[in-house]
């Protein structure tokens, strides 16, 4: 439990890891008192939160908290945080979200309905889509909406007035010169005064301000735990191998094994259980194991055929303007985009991006013990419900007989909503006999992602001093979605499809466009793939403001205000790039190099400094990026500077929105200039941080955010920053090169 409580006139955090398990579901400690599913009080005033969203740095639990105090007015120093238990009122509620993007009333209300009502009976709790406060602001609202009348009608009864006369603030009930603690007053609280459509208020006083996260100051004196800090009696370590992609051990063979050291043989992995995880891993290395093909593997081990797979794919494009072929699907077509097209200069382009890593921080950890047929897992998961399927089913056991204990999550990305490690520690503990920690070690964690997919594109267009006239693209990629839904969704799982969802933000574009073409090709690929932070958009932002840079440059016109030409029935978007402009313009090479367009770019002495642009709505929040960059002869171009600018509709905390588009930004840039998994005989070639690069300190670009004030439904923050950046560097990199910058990553190692 996460708890920050008055002491010492500051903010005190202590730390204990809780269950979520199926039965029972949240419980109140002696002294606690149970208001609702969400919130409970304490006897010395604690207001407690059940949060079913995980906590990987976002701040989420911050913001799920920080609701429930403005509605219910409790002191922000008196609030306290704990993982709800799995059950039907813990499922995300935000699962339709996307699917309900754009539609009118009442349909958008009817999806909605029927996601919630999806989420409940498949009890499916999961962190992702950056649908958190998305999907929990209103229940919270509701809730702490709901508990504050009974508290008020508990005080009236005593005070002998009327309940509408009496407030709360401060973590007290107020009447005039009267006022009472939540803690006094819980005692006397009546059921049946609980509303039935709780009365929301008008006026708030505690959202939208800064305040101090509730999980800081556990991070910073070393009590906070993560994964890897869990400690059972009698807890063994373990360490694994899982060979190729698409293979099992065969045999394996190795010099005598210390005392105590076990080796585990599991489907698709051997492992080493030993009293620390040095000395698993030491014996581990010291095994020869032989690995065969597994024969009912998804095709060939990956490779380099799934880059040709993806060209291969684009074939379905045919003609430039023609008839799809037998893997492509078109998914918008409006106007007469071939009639366009016919006549005049029309600009091609076709773009690559790379199979990417999630590279956590944290690698894949999972503690569990296996005693009598039921399992206990310590995991930092996105989701315990996938955790705790994935364990049973490794256990051969009931879902219902595995409890998942989440920890905090040293970094996610869409990574640790998979439950393989969960599964493996359970198999592992099982066969050891005793609670078994298992760590990843870092080459194991980048051989056995689930990664972002390579992706391949082709665009046709043409514009004039009006914007985009014809538009037409052909993106190559596989589907995702499938492979995710066959590893964790059981009879859920559907067949690789071409379709919409695939390329997310490419189909519907925010820019006036009277005549559009969008197909997807879908692609081979035997790699696992998954959910990567900002999931589409990280590749399609990329390819769409590209594109749309190129088409500004061939009609001769300046980047930002041939955007805001085509923003003019989107006045969201259209300020938030104004905005940026504003922040970061002028677009192009700076005045101050003083060169001429002819001249070459990076001369001795003449370093060039240019600012590129990109916008990008992905998960109800709008973000426009302006990128600088400076390049100097003889050196790398560096990005010195980004500027962003976000509108995501009503803000929880501030601080955390400035956060989070920094943190995407970065996540971004590692990528855009650094970032690439290639495969050869099953195996990934990047095993560790020296070959996959990340963004280092000095090579950190100064960032400023701006927050776009809006009474908007909330949207996304902790994946929108992410998909601007690529495109955005891209363009700066055109306007000081004069060359086009189209394959990702940048600079491979």
């Not at 595995?402 to 393989?420: A, S, W, Y």
């Not at 006999?433 to 972002?452: K, T």
């Not at 600018?645 to 840039?669: F, K, M, S």
């Amino acid at each position: 439990m996460l708890v920050a409580a008055v002491a010492g006139g500051g903010l005190a955090v202590g730390w204990a890891l809780w269950p979520r398990a199926s039965r029972p579901n949240w419980t109140a400690a002696p002294g606690d008192t149970l208001i609702n599913a969400y919130i409970k009080i304490g006897a010395d005033g604690r207001v407690v939160v059940a949060a079913a969203q995980a906590e990987m740095g976002q701040g989420i639990w911050s913001a799920l908290a920080q609701i429930v105090a403005d509605e219910l007015g409790a002191d922000w120093r008196s609030m306290a945080v704990e993982p709800a238990p799995l059950g039907p009122d813990y499922a995300n509620p935000g699962l339709a979200l996307g699917a309900a993007a754009g539609l009118s009333e009442p349909l958008r209300s009817i999806v909605l309905a029927a996601g919630r009502r999806a989420a409940r009976v498949l009890g499916l709790q999961i962190t992702g889509g950056s649908n958190s406060v998305r999907a929990w602001e209103a229940p919270l609202r509701e809730a702490g909406a709901a508990a504050r009348e009974l508290l008020v009608k508990a005080a009236a009864r005593r005070w002998q007035v009327n309940w509408q006369d009496i407030d709360t603030a401060g973590g007290f009930v107020l009447y005039k010169a009267n006022r009472l603690p939540f803690h006094a007053l819980v005692a006397d609280i009546d059921v049946a005064d609980t509303p039935r459509e709780p009365t929301l208020r008008t006026v708030r006083s505690l959202v939208g301000r800064p305040v101090l996260r509730l999980d800081v100051p556990a991070k910073v004196d070393g009590s906070a735990k993560f994964g890897a800090d869990v400690r059972l009696p009698g807890m063994a370590f373990a360490a694994i191998s899982q060979g190729p992609i698409g293979a099992a051990a065969a045999s394996h063979t190795s010099q005598p094994l210390p005392p105590g050291v076990r080796v585990v043989k599991e489907a698709g992995f051997v492992a080493c259980v030993a009293d620390n995880w040095f000395a698993a891993h030491t014996a581990l290395q010291s095994l020869a194991i032989k690995w065969q093909p597994v024969a009912d593997a998804a095709g060939p081990a990956p490779g380099p055929w799934q880059e040709a797979a993806l060209r291969t794919a684009l074939l379905a494009d045919g003609k430039p303007f023609g008839p799809t072929g037998s893997t492509g699907k078109i998914v918008r077509d409006d106007g007469d985009v071939p009639a366009v097209m016919a006549g005049g200069s029309v600009v091609t382009a076709e773009y690559t991006l790379p199979f990417l890593a999630h590279a956590c921080l944290e690698p894949m950890t999972a503690t569990a013990r296996v005693v009598d047929g039921r399992a206990e897992i310590w995991a930092p998961t996105q989701s315990a419900t996938l955790s705790a399927r994935a364990a049973a089913q490794a256990l051969d056991i009931s879902a219902d007989d595995v409890v998942v204990h989440p920890t905090l999550i040293g970094g996610g990305f869409g990574r640790k909503v998979e439950g393989d490690a969960c599964a493996q520690a359970a198999l592992i503990a099982r066969a050891a006999g005793r609670p078994v920690q298992l760590i990843w070690s870092r080459e194991e964690d980048f051989a056995h992602d689930m990664y972002r997919p390579a992706v391949a594109a082709r665009l046709h267009g043409k514009a004039g001093p009006g914007g985009i006239a014809g538009w037409n693209a052909a993106i190559a990629v596989p589907d995702t979605g499938a492979g995710f839904a066959g590893r964790n969704l059981g009879s859920f799982a559907g067949r690789p499809s071409a379709g919409a969802g695939a390329i997310e933000g490419a189909v519907d574009l925010p820019y006036a466009i009277p005549n559009i073409r969008v197909q997807h090709c879908l692609a081979d690929c035997s790699a696992p793939l998954g959910f990567w932070r900002s999931v589409g958009h990280s590749f399609t932002g990329f390819i769409v403001e590209s594109f749309v840079d190129e088409l500004a440059a061939s009609a001769a016109l300046d980047p930002g205000s041939f955007r805001l030409a085509m923003l003019k029935d989107q006045p969201r978007h259209a300020a938030v790039v104004a905005a940026v402009l504003a922040m970061g313009g002028p677009l192009g090479r700076d005045s101050a190099s003083a060169k001429s367009q002819d001249s070459a770019p990076g001369a001795p002495g003449q370093p060039v400094v240019a600012r590129g642009i990109a916008m990008v709505e992905s998960f109800g929040s709008i973000v426009a990026q302006i990128a600088e960059v400076n390049v100097a002869a003889g050196q790398p171009p560096r990005v010195t500077k980004v500027w962003a600018a976000i509108d995501c509709g009503r803000v929880i905390n501030p601080d955390t929105v400035v956060a989070q588009i920094e943190g995407g930004i970065l996540y971004g840039l590692s990528a855009a200039l650094f970032g690439r998994i290639s495969f050869a005989d099953g195996r990934v070639e990047q095993t560790n941080f020296n070959d996959y690069r990340m963004i280092a300190m000095d090579d950190c670009p100064e960032i400023n955010v701006r927050i776009i004030a809006s009474d908007a439904d909330p949207g996304g923050v902790g994946e929108p920053g992410t998909p601007p950046i690529a495109a955005a560097v891209a363009n700066a990199l055109f306007a000081a090169t004069g060359r086009r910058w189209r394959n990702l990553p940048f600079f491979p190692a």
